[in-house]
């Protein structure tokens, strides 16, 4: 069926100039972290890019809730088997008291390696081995979802593409040798400390800050040693694949989740740092579904929402902890949203109260009437609520969220209680300090002003910097120095070296020669006495 006539074949070619024309990048996005609040912040990064013209191709594990003309999804889903597993790890950290960052770090280590494995599996499937063993696949750049995925930086170069990372936390000692930021454990305080802006650390914080610095050094390196043989097994039969070394020395820049100049901490970074913190909140919220917008809008007293993030399902509680909270938030006289997976078995009705399985969180906390957040403190929800101007009373449980809420109570945007030790009364009473104290609104509301002033927005930002990379095909000039020199170099300890044998030297020289001046001035005297006593 050979009809091609040439003005077909010009309308072909003139089609293919329009659609895939020098405007639009085709730009893969590896997204494959289990955590669905990652996925929302990549997502959303996808959508920016399709909204102005990119063809992007994703893929996932999770299902993502963006739908997009211009987005394929390439899904490879959990199993049934490991949706269990998944669940059951889910359950066992919401169990455990994790207060403290750095040993819940090492604890759900084990837990995590489930993740991690899936991470590596996805990227040995074929669906994903056709983007770069397809000859006709041309990518102009690849965006990676990063969390402790180092070798999936190995399909970069695969596809001869630039890479840039998304990552969906602030700048932070895991990125140090992919981004080359210099550590500063004097005066940044990391994750876990709470220091109020403008405050220095006292010595006894910076003792503890050196120590956490130095465990994130030895998970690093655990990390490292699993990356490289997954690495070595995804990649290890393509000699001309680099080696795991040199990976991260060939990032563009990397996207970080964070907005130093409102929420601190003060440091230095790297032009290839850009922080784009909020990214996944729209300028202008969406409507509301109507049930969820007819609940609000008859709210007289006002009206909280209760979230206890995506990774942990409600029910993985003890139904303890859940009467608990049913039994205070039913004799409130606000009303409660409640996100709850499970309908049929709710903790209690209440007219007060509204279950759903699914909330636009962000437009709903973008709602007037919504004057409390009771949320897990996942980074994703604490910073909506930043954004709107939203108190939070925060019931951490494990990872990140015991140190996010300790800064968010630190910065006065509300109060933090333990999840697992969850009592009627210091709840309640909470609750009706955070509703009745115009000081912790006040606070978030002068916040929120700051974070969102800014010269060009977070969305503004991923697509200029993203299509900064196409444009110049990768941004080595960016590169920071310091990802190829080692410890010795980069803390100039080979200059203080020299600088110490020189002083020796000049020590002993200078020792050498004034014993010697001694030596001659006390010889004269000697030879005169010689020469008068003959
Ligand atoms: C967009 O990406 C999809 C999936 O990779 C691909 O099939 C399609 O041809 C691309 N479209 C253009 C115009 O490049
Ligand atoms: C680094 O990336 C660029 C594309 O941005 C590519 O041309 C170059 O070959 C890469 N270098 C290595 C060592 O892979
Ligand atoms: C908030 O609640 C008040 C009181 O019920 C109501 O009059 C108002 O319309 C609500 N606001 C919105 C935006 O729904």
Same mark, same amino acid.
């Given at each position: 069926m050979d009809r091609s006539s040439p003005q077909t074949v010009l309308l072909a070619l003139l089609s293919v100039l329009l659609i895939g024309?020098?405007?639009?990048g085709n730009i893969l996005g590896v997204?494959? /972290?289990?955590s669905p609040s990652h996925l929302i912040i990549h997502m959303s990064m996808a959508k920016v890019l399709a909204e102005n013209g990119h063809n992007v191709t994703v893929v996932t594990v999770l299902k993502p809730s963006v739908n997009h003309k211009d987005i394929t999804v390439v899904q490879i889903p959990m199993t049934e088997e490991e949706h269990k597993i998944m669940s059951a790890t889910m359950s066992h950290l919401a169990s455990k008291?994790?207060?403290n960052m750095v040993i819940s770090m090492f604890r759900s280590m084990g837990r995590m390696q489930f993740m991690m494995d899936k991470m590596r599996d996805i990227m040995k499937d074929q669906r994903v081995k056709d983007l770069y063993e397809n000859k006709n696949n041309k990518f102009d750049l690849v965006l990676l979802g990063y969390? #402790?995925?180092?070798?999936? %930086?190995?399909i970069a170069h695969k596809l001869k593409a630039p890479i840039v990372i998304a990552a969906?936390?602030?700048?932070?000692? %895991?990125f140090k040798s992919i981004v080359g930021n210099p550590s500063a454990a004097s005066f940044v305080p990391a994750m876990n400390m709470a220091v109020e802006r403008g405050e220095v650390m006292t010595f006894v914080q910076r003792i503890q800050n050196f120590f956490t610095n130095i465990a994130m050094e030895v998970f690093i390196a655990i990390i490292k040693n699993y990356n490289a043989n997954s690495y070595k097994e995804i990649y290890?039969?393509? !000699?001309n694949m680099p080696a795991f070394e040199e #990976?991260?020395?060939?990032?563009s820049l990397a996207f970080f989740t /964070?907005?130093? #100049?409102?929420?601190? !901490?003060i440091r230095p970074n790297v032009p290839a740092v850009i922080e784009v913190g909020?990214?996944?909140?729209?300028?202008k919220p969406n409507p509301l579904p109507k049930q969820l917008a007819e609940f609000l809008s008859n709210a007289d007293n006002g009206a909280i929402l209760l979230s206890l993030g995506s990774?942990?399902?409600? /029910?993985?509680?003890k139904s303890d902890t859940n009467n608990k909270i049913f039994n205070v938030l039913s004799k409130l006289k606000q009303r409660i949203i409640w996100k709850w997976e499970d309908l049929d078995n709710t903790p209690g009705k209440s007219d007060n109260i509204l279950y759903s399985k699914w909330l636009p969180q962000d437009d709903i906390l973008a709602? !007037?009437?919504?004057? %409390?957040f009771i949320t897990h403190a996942g980074k994703g929800g604490i910073t909506e609520a930043q954004y709107h101007g939203k108190p939070m009373l925060a019931l951490p449980i494990f990872a990140d969220q015991p140190s996010n809420a300790l800064r968010m109570v630190k910065y006065g945007f509300g109060l933090s209680l333990s999840l697992l030790t969850l009592e009627e009364e210091p709840f309640k009473e909470s609750l009706t300090e955070l509703l009745e104290n115009p000081h912790y609104t006040h606070k978030v509301k002068t916040f929120s002003a700051l974070y969102r002033?800014?010269?060009?927005?977070a969305r503004e930002s991923v697509l200029f910097w993203c299509e900064y990379v196409m444009r110049h095909h990768g941004?080595?000039? %960016?590169?920071?120095p310091l990802l190829k020199m080692n410890y010795i170099e980069a803390n100039n300890l080979d200059v203080l070296a020299l600088l110490v044998v020189i002083i020796i030297v000049f020590i002993y020289i200078s020792k050498y020669v004034i014993s010697a001046i001694i030596r001659k001035l006390k010889e004269k005297p000697k030879n005169t006495n010689k020469i008068k006593k003959h």
């Open positions: 024309g020098c405007q639009g997204f494959t /972290s289990i008291d994790n207060g969390f #402790l995925n180092t070798y999936q %930086l190995g969906s936390m602030p700048p932070n000692e %895991l290890g039969d393509d !000699p #990976l991260g020395k060939n990032v /964070s907005h130093a #100049l409102s929420e601190g !901490p909020g990214i996944q909140i729209t300028d990774n942990v399902k409600s /029910s993985h509680l709602h !007037p009437n919504i004057t %409390l002033d800014r010269p060009i927005s941004a080595p000039h %960016l590169q920071s």
